[in-house]
């Protein structure tokens, strides 16, 4: 006879958001790129197990534990709204390997005009993969208003780099490591009120303690939209403020100098564990 499963809400995170380990363990699992290496049969398999446990059927030899393993490998490659298998660049298991690997080489290749266009051109176009990959499946984002996003934030980033670093010629060359992260932020002040300009004009449900729907509110939109673009351009600063220090010192090494083809890897090796 199979075992009853007991019966949990596994559409809430499974530890306790309350408390910080508990929002650590569910962030680590949410973006664990292991799971990019799932294959086909085994995200099949996951949404299978996901989809019969919330129908309350019996699952013979599963564990409440592999039920949630697979709701975890289930929550990384499919949408939540639209339940379609998301393109794999665009999941929140990419992010990592993805983002340490563009930050590094936008700080490796900062120099030159054609570097400059090319990585922040990657960084973008990654940007607006994600963006459209995560997007909204009850109120989508229009693709018009992506790809003006998309341009304008590259513009932005590619602007602020190029005039900046033509400005920093003159200062001691540490200085010019931090043109990334400059560009970076100008794109992200660009991008985010841009792809939500509907919230900005039209307002965001507000609620009370109850949880009653007041109506909506473009003072809270304001406020939620500048809120976002601190919040990211934060998130980005110990990754490309910290490691310039660090490159600027090992460069004047005799290893680093007689061997400048790791300068790119170990960039984005301590971004990666930044």
């Not at 975890?72 to 490659?77: N, P």
């Not at 009850?138 to 018009?144: C, F, G, R, T, V």
């Not at 980033?157 to 200085?175: E, G």
């Not at 490591?177 to 992200?188: D, G, H, K, Q, T």
Request: charged share 15%; hydrophobic share 40%; aromatic share 10%.
């Amino acid at each position: 006879m199979a075992m009853t499963l007991p019966q949990v809400n596994i559409d809430e995170p499974r530890y306790d958001q309350s408390t910080y380990t508990g929002r650590a363990k569910h962030f680590f699992i949410t973006t664990n790129p292991l799971n990019l290496f799932s294959s086909t049969t085994q995200l099949e398999q996951a949404k299978e197990i996901v989809e019969n446990y919330r129908k309350g059927l019996p699952l013979p030899g599963l564990t409440i534990d592999d039920v949630w393993k697979a709701k975890h490998l289930y929550d990384s490659a499919y949408h939540p709204d639209t339940k379609e298998r998301m393109f794999i660049l665009g999941r929140m298991s990419a992010q990592v390997p993805c983002n340490m690997t563009i930050t590094g080489c936008m700080m490796t290749f900062y120099q030159t005009t054609p570097a400059v266009l090319f990585w922040q051109w990657i960084n973008q176009s990654f940007n607006a993969i994600v963006n459209y990959t995560n997007r909204s499946g009850d109120s989508p984002i229009p693709l018009k208003q992506l790809g003006l996003s998309y341009v304008l934030a590259t513009g932005g980033a590619v602007t602020t780099a190029l005039t900046l670093n033509s400005m920093v010629k003159r200062f001691p060359p540490i200085i010019g490591r931090f043109v990334p992260f400059a560009a970076v932020a100008a794109a992200n002040c660009i991008n985010i009120p841009c792809m939500r300009s509907r919230e900005i004009l039209n307002g965001i449900p507000v609620f009370d303690e109850d949880g009653t729907r007041l109506g909506e509110s473009k003072k809270a939109a304001n406020s939620a939209i500048s809120q976002v673009v601190v919040s990211r351009i934060f998130m980005a600063t110990p990754g490309m403020l910290i490691p310039p220090f660090i490159m600027n010192y090992l460069e004047k090494k005799h290893f680093l100098k007689t061997r400048p083809w790791l300068n790119a890897p170990i960039q984005v090796g301590i971004i990666g564990v930044l």
